[in-house]
Nanobody, 124 residues
Framework: QVQLVESGGGLVQAGGSVRLSCADS????????MAWFRQAPGKEREFVAG????????YYADSVKGRFTISRDNAKNTVYLQMNSLDHEDTAVYFC?????????????????WGQGTQVTVSS
């Protein structure tokens, strides 16, 4: 059973950086495609970045490309999201998700397992 727990959120100044972590306490995440989504108040949940499990391919939303980097450490069953050059539009609850798909889906309904989310607030 996949159990995802996010950490690393908080308050950060515009232009700053933060790294989110997502640990799979069920220790099965190494065979899952992983992704980060975010949801701002009053908005729908949106895809941020995803990473495959067998080729380490990654895919990013246009809004974060060049600023965010997703990576994974299968030995630690952990996925990371390094976020740089943050601005207030990045303020949201960030969710980690897992799917058995071999590709990287961008729609939230294609992900089976979800973490509880971690808040990132960017102050100007």
């Amino acid at each position: 059973q996949v159990q995802l727990v996010e950490s690393g959120g908080g308050l950060v100044q515009a232009g700053g950086s933060v790294r989110l972590s997502c640990a799979d306490s069920g220790r099965t995440g190494s065979t899952y495609t992983m992704a980060w989504f975010r949801q701002a108040p009053g908005k729908e949940r949106e895809f941020v970045a995803g990473i495959g499990w067998y080729r380490d391919e990654s895919y990013y939303a246009d809004s974060v490309k060049g600023r965010f980097t997703i990576s994974r450490d299968n030995a630690k069953n952990t996925v990371y999201l390094q976020m740089n050059s943050l601005d207030h539009e990045d303020t949201a609850v960030y969710f980690c998700a897992a799917t058995g798909s071999l590709r990287i889906p961008t729609m939230s309904y294609e992900y089976v397992y979800w973490g509880q989310g971690t808040q990132v607030t960017v102050s100007s």
